[in-house]
């Protein structure tokens, strides 16, 4: 498409999508009901899970006539369903409802819960999920015209490939960073005059604080713009916004990915909040504890339906993220109608970790812990906040019988099995037996010592 055809007639454009995007809510919901029915006999029919599932609780895909049939009928699923079958039929496990020769690409989660979930992904799919990305850039006023750097390289996690996908959909300029570090990513940027940086925020921050060690100063740099996902960035903490606007002199922005599902949700124009990209998903939000319904405003678990995965359908999926949601009455004031999350992610049901892009779960790291022989069950996770980058590291005890020797060995052991499964090298302390607080650990693992502006951990509660 020729640039003259963008100057004259698209770059003013507020929407990428505005029919789609501005669609008034009972107009959604129908087109929600017609695709969701769709979903589901294609599902019962391709995917030997869902045929499984449904059977043994008498489900058929006709029983849903409306919306709130779909919420209360259709069983919740949850990733470790699909773990499960992975380690049992690989690569993909029942769940796939295509044959490998549909299958364009593969990715994986970071493998968090203690085993990655391998994700296919059709050629129909890579399209549309990156065009999830567009939303976003196209409300902070990046277009075709712009450039983009991805300041990380391309490895077998989902990470950025959909930003990358998005990238390509939009018909910009890509410029890899591959594996540059970060004085390196410094010099790109200043030689390769890019115009959107792309990253996780905490690495954006460490990017601007190595150039100002250099003596460079990003802000006068060629970024108008820096785009954000894998942890809570502008739209979710003010603090960040404030300190990614001020090193670039640009304007930082955020989307909230799920990599199994979607880039589900771009960020607003007013950067308080995301937007579910309902031509993409189908949302609800539910009380973790009844499984039922919350009200507009409420806080509660995200519960996601993705019509972008045809490779390995999701649906009725539980995201485990606490969102205070708005389908009437959206606050924000863009325009777009679609459904609010305000404040993006407050929190989780299950209790995950941020650091780095990786979601790590303490359940996970305890299980992991208990591999190792000599090491006992009690341990605190410390976070903390270093060059702009969350952190974090683990105290733990060794059992009585192990004489001091062996700690060494017992820290590079337990180093080892993290790496390993979760991806993280994390900093081991070792203390001496029955020196950690039993009390507190009974209720509290986790101990925070980052900045308070910059916790993402909330005390939150369903009301």
């Not at 490939?161 to 570090?181: C, E, F, H, Q, T």
């Not at 903390?384 to 683990?394: L, V």
Request: hydrophobic share 35%; charged share 25%.
């Amino acid at each position: 498409m020729s640039q003259e055809y963008w100057n004259d007639n698209l770059l003013n454009q507020k929407y990428w999508n505005e029919t789609a995007e501005t669609m008034p809510r009972e107009k959604l919901n129908e087109i929600h009901l017609n695709k969701i029915k769709s979903l589901l006999a294609y599902a019962y029919k391709n995917s030997l899970y869902y045929q499984k599932t449904w059977k043994e609780i008498g489900f058929h895909p006709e029983d849903v006539k409306t919306l709130e049939d779909f919420k209360t009928k259709v069983p919740i699923t949850d990733k470790s369903d699909f773990l499960h079958f992975q380690q049992e039929f690989p690569p993909y496990g029942l769940t796939s409802a295509v044959t490998d020769s549909f299958v364009a690409h593969e990715a994986k989660t970071s493998g968090s819960t203690g085993h990655p979930l391998r994700i296919p992904y059709t050629h129909y799919d890579t399209e549309r999920y990156g065009e999830s990305w567009i939303y976003g850039w196209w409300a902070l006023g990046i277009r075709p015209t712009d450039s983009f750097y991805f300041a990380f390289h391309f490895g077998s996690y989902a990470g950025f490939w959909s930003a990358y996908w998005g990238v390509r959909r939009l018909g910009a300029k890509i410029i890899p960073g591959g594996g540059s570090d970060t004085e390196a990513h410094v010099k790109n940027i200043m030689e390769a005059k890019p115009t959107v940086l792309i990253s996780t925020p905490s690495y954006a921050i460490r990017i601007a604080e190595k150039a100002k060690e250099m003596g460079i100063d990003l802000s006068k740099s060629s970024i108008k713009f820096t785009y954000h996902a894998g942890e809570p960035g502008p739209c979710s903490i003010e603090a960040i916004k404030k300190e990614l606007d001020k090193a670039y002199g640009a304007i930082s922005g955020e989307l909230l990915g799920v990599a199994e599902l979607d880039a589900i949700a771009p960020g607003c124009l007013h950067r308080k909040g995301v937007h579910m990209n309902e031509l993409n998903t189908f949302s609800w939000t539910m009380d973790p504890q009844t499984g039922k319904e919350v009200k507009d405003g409420e806080i509660g678990e995200n519960v996601i339906t993705t019509f972008v995965n045809n490779a390995q359908p999701l649906i009725n999926y539980t995201t485990h993220d606490l969102v205070r949601s708005y389908n009437q009455n959206i606050p924000c004031g863009c325009g777009r109608t679609w459904r609010y999350l305000d404040g993006v992610v407050l929190g989780r049901s299950d209790n995950m970790i941020t650091v780095k892009a990786t979601n790590v779960y303490p359940s996970a790291i305890e299980n992991l812990i208990r591999q190792v022989d000599g090491v006992s069950e009690y341990f605190q996770l410390i976070l903390t906040r270093e060059n702009g980058m969350d952190q974090m590291s683990i105290r733990l005890e060794p059992e009585k019988i192990v004489g001091k020797d062996s700690w060494e060995h017992l820290k590079l052991r337990t180093q080892s099995i993290i790496k390993q499964n979760i991806g993280l090298r994390m900093d081991v302390e070792l203390v001496e037996p029955e020196t950690l607080p039993r009390s507190e650990l009974k209720f509290k693992r986790i101990v925070d010592n980052r900045p308070k502006d910059v916790r993402r951990e909330l005390d939150v509660t369903t009301k």
